[in-house]
């Protein structure tokens, strides 16, 4: 119940009209403290916003630059394993696919391939030489070459 419904409500009782100005001014009162403690409300919970933003916006940045080095590193492993796959397939002597069934089982000839191509000096490859490798295809397409020679016999 307001205050005006109660000073309404009294029965048989004279209210003094200086007694509801002073409760009406003090409903006034009463108004704008709430009005105040909503504002500060607002105001508390908006600085709260705006601090979680900060930390989302500062935690979002962290993630990127993790990532950013992250990706930095895979690039430079990568191309690590690459020089030592062109040295494998150039100075070494292999075939691709036997070097990289000697790094790994699960090294695909594709895979070392594209690691071999990340190398920015890559290695001569001596394997496709005469001297090391006579009548076995070489390189990343020696799939292909057999294929090719095999559908060249029946072509003709």
């Known amino acids: ?19 509801k100005v002073g409760v009406v001014m003090s ?3 009463v108004r704008q403290a709430a ?11 908006r600085s709260e916003r705006v ?10 940045v962290d993630v990127t630059v993790a990532l950013a080095q992250r990706d ?3 690039a430079e492993c990568e191309q690590r394993a690459g020089q030592a796959l062109a040295a494998m ?3 070494g002597g292999l075939r691709l696919r036997d070097a990289a069934q000697r790094c790994r089982p699960d090294l695909t000839p594709r895979e070392a391939s594209r ?5 920015p000096d890559p ?5 496709t030489s005469e001297t090391h490798n006579v009548g076995n295809p070489v390189g990343p397409d020696e799939e292909h070459a057999v294929v090719d020679e095999h559908d060249a016999e029946e072509g003709t």
């Not at 290695?123 to 394997?127: E, F, G, R, S, T």
């Open 35 to 45: 009005r105040r403690k909503a504002r500060e409300a607002q105001r508390t919970m």
């Open 115 to 119: 690691l071999r191509r990340l190398c």
């Open 27 to 29: 409903d006034q009162s």
């Open 123 to 127: 290695v001569p490859d001596q394997a």
């Open 89 to 91: 397939t150039g100075t």
């Open 51 to 60: 601090a979680r933003e900060k930390r989302l916006d500062a935690w979002a």
């Open 72 to 74: 930095a590193w895979v």
């Open 1 to 19: 119940m307001t205050v005006r419904g109660w000073l309404t409500g009294l029965r048989g009782h004279q209210v003094d009209e200086q007694l």
